[in-house]
């Protein structure tokens, strides 16, 4: 059934709490403190943000604020593409150190495996990026260390040329985009997988009889639904809101479940102009 509190266990033993608070498009300062104290309020204990959503200094101001010791929050950042390459991604890793004013991370990423339009070499791009993470790793300043938007080529090519696996890959997953030969190879090698926007097919579920009618069944908002569908699938599962009252019942998913029918039918779903999920891997 799983609850607000549980954890999954990452390779090296470090617990990451299944329902996160998301960050990204938080770009007012304010906005950024508040989300954290109040999702913190709500329950949440993970908290994702990343160099690019241009945060870091507010969110860990809400952690500072939050009431909450560090040690039972988990916070994850990443990788800006502009700072891949072994030296960049060291400085920068440290930079959100600074920045979030924290002594480690519980998880850091590479958020994306492949920069478009810079003419490098992303394989070889990647291992000089992931020895940083390593070498930060076994320094004790991040906890963990994962990826984010890596496919099959570029999971294969860490897996291949890393001396610490990877324990974590955070992708796009909701009803309509369920990368699964990803998810398999992640899995296969005891890969954590966190979803993320899990609530975009929102826009494209208004008028859809069976969703609506499971959320008269259920007593539960499509919100709640979409959320639900990522835990049932065993994905950590990040959400974002700016307004107390979403956080709250975003988090407010853990008193039911989703049938198995009902399951089969949200994985059936496809939105005709979405983006490929191919697209997903390069930014
Ligand atoms: N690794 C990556 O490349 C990557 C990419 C994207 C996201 N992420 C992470 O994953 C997190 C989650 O993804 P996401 O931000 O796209 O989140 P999401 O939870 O799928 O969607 C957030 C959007 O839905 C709205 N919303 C939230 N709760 C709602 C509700 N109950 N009813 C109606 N609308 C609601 C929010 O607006 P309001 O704020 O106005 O409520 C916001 O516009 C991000 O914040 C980020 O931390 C990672």
């Known amino acids: 059934m799983y609850s607000l509190e549980d954890t999954f266990t990452l390779i090296n033993g470090v617990k990451i ?104 070499d992303w394989k070889q791009d990647n291992i000089d990026t992931w020895r940083a993470l390593e070498d930060l790793y076994d320094e004790g300043k991040l906890k963990a260390i994962g990826l984010s938007n890596f496919a099959v080529p570029h999971l294969t090519n ?54 609506n009618a499971m959320s008269e069944k259920y007593g539960k908002s499509m919100a709640q639904i979409l959320l639900r569908w990522s835990i049932q699938h065993d994905f950590v599962t990040l959400t974002k809101s700016v307004h107390e009252e979403r956080i709250q019942s975003n988090a407010d998913i853990f008193d039911f479940e989703i049938s198995e029918d009902d399951m089969t039918y949200l994985d059936s779903l496809t939105f005709d102009d979405l983006d490929k999920p191919d697209d997903f891997t390069e930014r």
């Not at 909450?68 to 891949?84: D, G, M, P, Q, Y």
């Not at 796009?172 to 979803?195: A, F, K, M, W, Y």
Request: proline share 4%.
């Open 158 to 211: 860490i897996f291949e040329n890393s001396r610490i696996k990877p324990m974590v890959n955070q992708i796009r997953l909701h009803p309509g985009v369920l990368q699964e030969d990803t998810v398999e190879l992640s899995r296969q090698h005891e890969i954590i997988i966190e979803g993320w926007s899990p609530l975009s097919p929102m826009k494209y579920l208004k008028d859809d009889e069976k969703v």
């Open 17 to 120: 709490p299944i329902f996160g608070y998301g960050t990204w498009q938080v770009t007012d300062p304010q906005e950024a403190v508040d989300g954290v104290k109040q999702a913190v309020k709500a329950g949440y204990r993970h908290i994702d943000t990343a160099q690019m959503y241009r945060n870091e200094e507010h969110v860990g101001e809400g952690i500072k604020q939050c009431g909450v010791a560090r040690e039972e929050l988990f916070v994850t950042s990443k990788l800006n593409n502009n700072c891949h390459g072994y030296d960049e991604a060291r400085r920068t890793i440290l930079e959100s150190l600074e920045k979030l004013d924290l002594d480690y991370l519980d998880l850091f990423l590479i958020h994306w495996p492949v920069v478009k339009n810079t003419g490098s």
